[in-house]
């Protein structure tokens, strides 16, 4: 699915935000079918082990990446979520 977000505020001394995400179009496999209430299979499952876990690594995202014709490892793809890399 497709959606735009709307953010909002609401206020004057405390303002407070929110906002609303609005399903705007449907998304449609090759085979013509949606995959709203089914998803899609992956090609590849890829799982952290707990020592990935751990140890912040993030083989799944570094198995992305590669795909998509970088190379990362998966202790830098874990920095991403700290907001490190």
């Known amino acids: ?20 995400s609005i399903t705007d179009a449907d998304v449609i496999m ?8 089914t998803g899609v299979t992956p090609d590849e499952l890829v799982l952290p082990t707990a020592e990935d876990m751990a140890a912040g690594r993030d083989p799944a995202l570094a198995r992305a990446i590669e795909l998509a014709g970088a190379k990362v490892d998966p202790a830098k793809a874990g920095l991403r979520y700290k907001g490190a890399a």
């Open 1 to 20: 699915m497709q959606s735009r977000g709307f953010s909002h505020e609401v206020g004057t001394l405390n303002v407070v935000p929110y906002g609303a």
């Open 30 to 37: 090759s085979d013509g079918k949606s995959v709203e209430h």
